[in-house]
Each structure stands twice: as structure tokens, then as C-alpha cells.
Nanobody
Framework: QVQLQESGPGLLKPSQTLSLTCTVSGASITMQYYVWSWIRQAPGKALEWMGG???????VYSPALKNRASISRDTTTNHFSLQLRSVTPEDTAVYYC???????????????WGKGTLVTVSS
């Protein structure tokens, strides 16, 4: 059974760069045809798909975040990471890593989730 675990700082100041890592166990991130995604949920808002990385290493992004987000992976340690540059208080949210095999990037269509980590951006 696949398990995902997010890790990273919980508090940042505006203009800093958010860096999160998702450690995956029970499945390889190179397994066809999965997509490994980052999703967030701001207080009182719906889930937002931010971007992901495919089983073959292609990174894809939400148009709203593609200028600030970078997603990478390390196949030797079976994890993938998110960097979000120039954060503002509007980036305060619970951040999740998740997996899907449909390729639709629908945050409500993921088949496995991490527990989520709260990130707060405040001066």
C-alpha cells in the first residue's frame, strides 16, 4: 500500500521560498502511469491542484502557479519536491502530496494522499 508523507517548514515570511518534500513508500514514483501531485487547500476554500510530476519525469503546472512553482524528483530516494517562490499570506494553506493514474490533474480524483502539512505565511 502506497504511503505519502509531506515534510517542510510550517512558517515562512512573505517573499521567501517554500520548499516541501513528499516521501513515498510502498510504490515507486517511476511506476507507469502515475502522476505525483501537489495540492493545497487554503482556509475556507476548495482544493487547488498546483502541479505534478509524471512517472517519466515530466513536470506540469497549474497556469496560475507555473511562474512561481517548481516540482522535481529524486528517483534514488523515491521522493518529489515542491518549491514555491515569493510566497505571500495568500499562500497560507494545508499542502498535500497525492497520486493519480488518470492524468486529469483533478484534485478530487487522487487515489492516495499524504496527511497534509500546514504552511503559514506571515510577517
Amino acid at each position: 500500500q502506497v504511503q505519502l508523507q509531506e515534510s517542510g517548514p510550517g512558517l515562512l515570511k512573505p517573499s521567501q521560498t517554500l520548499s516541501l518534500t513528499c516521501t513515498v513508500s510502498g510504490a515507486s514514483i517511476t511506476m507507469q502511469y502515475y502522476v505525483w501531485s501537489w495540492i493545497r487547500q487554503a482556509p475556507g476554500k476548495a482544493l487547488e491542484w498546483m502541479g505534478g510530476i509524471t512517472y517519466d519525469g515530466r513536470d506540469v503546472y497549474s497556469p496560475a502557479l507555473k511562474n512561481r512553482a517548481s516540482i522535481s524528483r529524486d528517483t534514488t530516494t523515491n521522493h518529489f519536491s515542491l518549491q514555491l517562490r515569493s510566497v505571500t499570506p495568500e499562500d497560507t494553506a494545508v499542502y498535500y502530496c497525492a497520486r493519480e493514474d488518470s492524468g486529469t490533474y483533478d484534485p478530487y480524483g487522487m487515489d492516495s494522499w499524504g496527511k497534509g502539512t500546514l504552511v503559514t505565511v506571515s510577517s
